[in-house]
C-alpha cells in the first residue's frame, strides 16, 4: 500500500515523500483506510517506501495478490503520470459500496475510471466479479497489465495466455489491443492489431514509448500486423504439428478431416483464412473454418443460394457439440462482439474474393465452386492465390 492514516486521521501518500520523511517517521503510527488496524512502514533498499498489514491482520483488501516490488514501483508511475497530465486522480481510493480498491480512480467530466495495474496472473472469474462490481457502480474498468503483453515473440508473431487475452480490449482504430507497462523501463508496451493464427498465437504490432512521452510511440517493433508468407508458414507448421501430435481418437478435428474423405495437408484454400475478429473463436482459423465448410459450402454448384442465419445455425451447432469454443472477453463490457461477426467477416471475405456474390441482406450465392486440392503442388498454388488477393492485402487496415 502506498496509501494510509495517520493518528490525527489524515491520509498520507508516500508517493512524492523523500527518503528522509520515511527514516524519521518510522516510529510513527499509521492505519488502514479500510479496516483502521494498524499498519507497518517499510522502507528497505530492495522495494519503494510502502505501507503493509501485520500478519494476523483480516483486512477485505488482503484478499487481493499480494502486492510485488514491481506493482508498488508501477502503481507509483502510472499516478505520477496521470497527476502530471492535470488529471483528477486517486491513489487507492476504496470503494465500500463494493469493497473493492482499485490501484487508481479518475474523474473525468461525468465519467469515472478505475485502473488496476495486474502483475500476476488472475482467473477469469475474479476479473469478471471485479468488472461487475465497477459496473454496479457505473465505473468504467482500465486494466493494464505489469508485464510483457505475450508470452514468445518471433517476427511478428506472438503467443498469449488466456490470462493475457483476457485482458485484451477491441478498439475501432488498432483492432484488439493489449496495454502493459514496464516499470523498470519507465515505458508502455502495447499490442495492437492482432489476428489470430492459432489458439494462443496471433500476428500483431508491438509499439513502445515511454511514460513521459504525450505525443507519439517512441519506437515500433513491427510495422505491420499482417503477413501473408508468415501467415502460411505458421498454418502450414500448425498442420504440421496438429498430424504429428494429434490423436485421431481424442482429435475432433482430426477425426471430422479424415472421416469426411480429407487430407488435413491438402485442405480447401478456403480453410484458414485471418479475418478481424478471429480471436474470438478459440480454436484455430482452419479448424473453425474447415466445419463451416464441411456443413455448409461442400459441394454447393454455382448459383446455390445460402442464407447467413442457416449456416450461424450450423456454426451454433458445432458450438454446442463443444467443437467450436468461444472465448470470452472480461472486458468487453457491453458484449459489443460476438462469434457472429466473425462469421460475417468471414463470409465477407470470401465474397471480395468472389467464391460469393450477396444478393440480398442475408443472402449469397456461389459464385465459384470450391474443389479440394488433389496434390501439394496445387495446394501451394491455390493458397498463394488467394493470397494475394486485395481482400486479404487490406486485411490490416483498421476495422470497426
Not at 510502502?50 to 495478490?65: G, M
Not at 482499485?102 to 471485479?130: H, M, N, V, W
Not at 482459423?285 to 446455390?304: A, E, H, N, T
Not at 495446394?379 to 490490416?396: P, Y
Request: charged content about 25%.
Amino acid at each position: 500500500m502506498l496509501t494510509a492514516l495517520n493518528e490525527k486521521g489524515k491520509l498520507i501518500s508516500l508517493i512524492n515523500v523523500p527518503q528522509t520523511f520515511t527514516k524519521r517517521n518510522r516510529t510513527s503510527h499509521y492505519y488502514c483506510p479500510v479496516c483502521e488496524d494498524p499498519l507497518i512502514l517499510k522502507a528497505g533498499k530492495i522495494r519503494i517506501p510502502h505501507f503493509a498489514h501485520k500478519r494476523s491482520a483480516e483486512c477485505s483488501i488482503l484478499t487481493t495478490e499480494p502486492e510485488s516490488p514491481r506493482h508498488l514501483l508501477g502503481k507509483k508511475h502510472l499516478y505520477q503520470h496521470y497527476k502530471a497530465k492535470g488529471l483528477d486522480i486517486y491513489l487507492e481510493h476504496y470503494l465500500p459500496e463494493i469493497r473493492q480498491r482499485p490501484d487508481l480512480f479518475l474523474k473525468a467530466g461525468d465519467l469515472t475510471y478505475a485502473i488496476e495495474y495486474q502483475c500476476s496472473p488472475l482467473p477469469r472469474q475474479r476479473l469478471e466479479e471485479r468488472n461487475a462490481g465497477y459496473q454496479k457502480l457505473e465505473i468504467l474498468p482500465i486494466w493494464i497489465l505489469g508485464s510483457s503483453p505475450y508470452k514468445k515473440r518471433k517476427n511478428s508473431t506472438f503467443v498469449l495466455s488466456d490470462f493475457q487475452f483476457s485482458l485484451s480490449t477491441h478498439h475501432p482504430d488498432s483492432g484488439l489491443t493489449l496495454l502493459s507497462y514496464i516499470p523498470e523501463k519507465k515505458a508502455f508496451l502495447q499490442l495492437s492489431q492482432m489476428i489470430s493464427i492459432t489458439s494462443n498465437k496471433l500476428l500483431g504490432v508491438l509499439q513502445e514509448f515511454p511514460i513521459l512521452n504525450d505525443k507519439k510511440y517512441a519506437s515500433v517493433f513491427d510495422e505491420c500486423a499482417y503477413d501473408a508468407q508468415i501467415w502460411l508458414n505458421e498454418k502450414r507448421m500448425w498442420l504440421q504439428q496438429k498430424v504429428h501430435y494429434g490423436d485421431l481418437h481424442q482429435d475432433s478435428f482430426l477425426k471430422t478431416v479424415y472421416t469426411a474423405g480429407h487430407n488435413p495437408f491438402l485442405l480447401p484454400e478456403i480453410c484458414g483464412i485471418p479475418v478481424p475478429h478471429a480471436h474470438i473463436i478459440h480454436e484455430s482459423p482452419v479448424i473453425w473454418q474447415f466445419y463451416l465448410y464441411l456443413d455448409c459450402i461442400q459441394g454447393l454448384p454455382v448459383g446455390q443460394k445460402l442464407s447467413l442465419k442457416w449456416v450461424k445455425q450450423k456454426v451454433l451447432k458445432r458450438i454446442n457439440q463443444g467443437l467450436i469454443k468461444i472465448r470470452k472477453f472480461p472486458l468487453d463490457i457491453q458484449n459489443q462482439y460476438s462469434w457472429e461477426i466473425t462469421i460475417l467477416e468471414y463470409f465477407s471475405m470470401l465474397t471480395a474474393m468472389e467464391y460469393f456474390s450477396q444478393i440480398g441482406e442475408d443472402l449469397f450465392m456461389i459464385k465459384k465452386s470450391v474443389k479440394k486440392p488433389e496434390n501439394m503442388e496445387e495446394t501451394r498454388s491455390k493458397e498463394k492465390e488467394i493470397f494475394q488477393k486485395d481482400a486479404l492485402r487490406k486485411l490490416n487496415a483498421p476495422n470497426p
